[in-house]
């Protein structure tokens, strides 16, 4: 199956409200989209957001990564020498994860159209229903438990609280968000690199003095110290998993080598698509590390590619897929069907089962 235009556009969504945690404040998703067309006729989707405070990608750098470096190789590739290449696509240059991975789910969802099969049966077909947590943005207390009702109006049932924009003020957010929605709530914690690791110990200690039930703390310390997030998963109850500090396999192997987390979040806009992401697991599933799949604030195309893998597997156990959930207006037709924490994927429609992109606007390069 040869891949033989690239076509990529530019999409702007507005929000809810506005997305608030330590590393940034959005107002609007920013998203590119990659549709790659086969000599037979066929049509892949793919996207990426950037993140520049995550992955160090602005819109700018992933359309520019997605004409120089990837085109160039991707157009007279031959997908059914899949291994051959993506080895080709990441030996090529480092970084850039999220515009890779736009190309690796279009792969993924043109291999899976061209066998009839949805992708999540493609890629292992464990089951069609994916739940996923909504995130609440860091705020005062007071509109973060408004936020949190709303969430539970809504039908969530696990809520992840945003925290680090003036780490003085965790506690009182915790409390106030526990208080308010009671116990039988799931709670989990992103404090987005902004604590110290003795803060970090401290605080999370605090919570579990006060039993107020935490799922997990997710990447408490700076992504790239490694021993400061070791000293917090040692030195607290809690589960701490790990994000911003695994992107690729060999991340995956260092912090479970060194037990520096007690589980790992998976992003295919950090691993750079389904490829690595399936090695993570892999990992992760040999060492008995449970994995979570997430997601960045991005549409519904890699949303959906991510709902697909965290659905082919059975040792996928939580999602942070809510980015549609965020979103104030959706774009992409087909993919994913999202209702409030369910995203259920199609078991008839082949590959990512996206349809068209609303609003579009396909670049001239
Ligand atoms: C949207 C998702 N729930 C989430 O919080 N993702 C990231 C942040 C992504 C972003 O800044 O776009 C995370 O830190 O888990
Ligand atoms: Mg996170």
């Not at 609007?28 to 067309?37: C, G, M, P, S, T």
């Not at 990608?57 to 020498?81: F, R, Y």
């Not at 998976?266 to 799949?293: D, H, P, Q, R, S």
């Not at 897929?321 to 078991?347: C, K, Q, W």
């Amino acid at each position: 199956m040869k891949i033989v235009d690239i076509l990529i556009g530019k999409i702007k969504i507005p929000l809810k409200r506005p997305f608030k945690t330590a590393l940034r404040t959005v107002y609007f998703a920013e998203d590119i989209i990659v549709k790659l067309l086969t000599r037979s006729g066929l049509v892949g989707y793919g996207s990426a957001a950037p993140t520049l405070a995550i992955t160090g990608e602005s819109s700018d750098s992933i359309i520019s990564c997605l004409v120089n470096n990837l085109k160039p190789k991707i157009i007279g590739a031959d997908l059914s020498n899949l291994e051959k290449v993506m080895n080709d696509l990441h030996s090529s240059f480092v970084n850039n994860t999220s515009a890779l991975a736009a190309v690796d789910m279009a792969f993924y969802d043109l291999l899976a159209q061209s066998l009839n099969l949805p992708l999540y049966k493609y890629l292992g077909g464990y089951h069609n229903l994916v739940f996923t947590d909504l995130t609440i943005s860091a705020n005062s207390p007071e509109v973060m438990v408004a936020d949190s009702l709303i969430a539970l109006d809504e039908g969530f049932q696990d809520l992840k609280l945003k925290l680090g924009l003036n780490p003085s003020l965790d506690f009182v957010r915790v409390q106030a968000v526990r208080t308010a929605v009671g116990n039988k709530v799931k709670i989990s914690l992103d404090a987005n690199q902004a604590w110290g690791a003795k803060e970090a110990v401290r605080i999370i200690r605090r919570f579990e003095k006060l039993n107020l039930n935490i799922e997990f703390v997710e990447q408490p310390v700076k992504a790239k110290k490694l021993s400061d997030l070791r000293y917090v998963t040692q030195n607290v109850e809690t589960d701490i998993l790990a994000d911003e500090s695994v992107f690729s396999p060999y991340d995956a192997l260092q912090l479970i080598h060194h037990k520096a987390c007690d589980l790992l979040n998976i992003k295919l806009a950090k691993a750079g698509g389904i490829f690595n992401a399936t090695k993570i697991l892999n990992i992760a599933e040999a060492a008995g590390v449970e994995c979570i799949v997430g997601c960045m604030l991005e549409s519904q195309i890699s949303v959906t590619a991510a709902a697909h893998f965290a659905a082919a597997k059975k040792s996928i156990v939580r999602c942070d897929l809510d980015s549609p959930s965020l979103l104030a207006e959706n774009p992409i037709v087909g993919g994913a069907v999202v209702e409030a924490n369910t995203l259920t994927l199609s078991e008839t429609d082949a590959g990512l089962g996206i349809k068209e992109v609303l609003n579009v606007e396909y670049l001239k390069f």
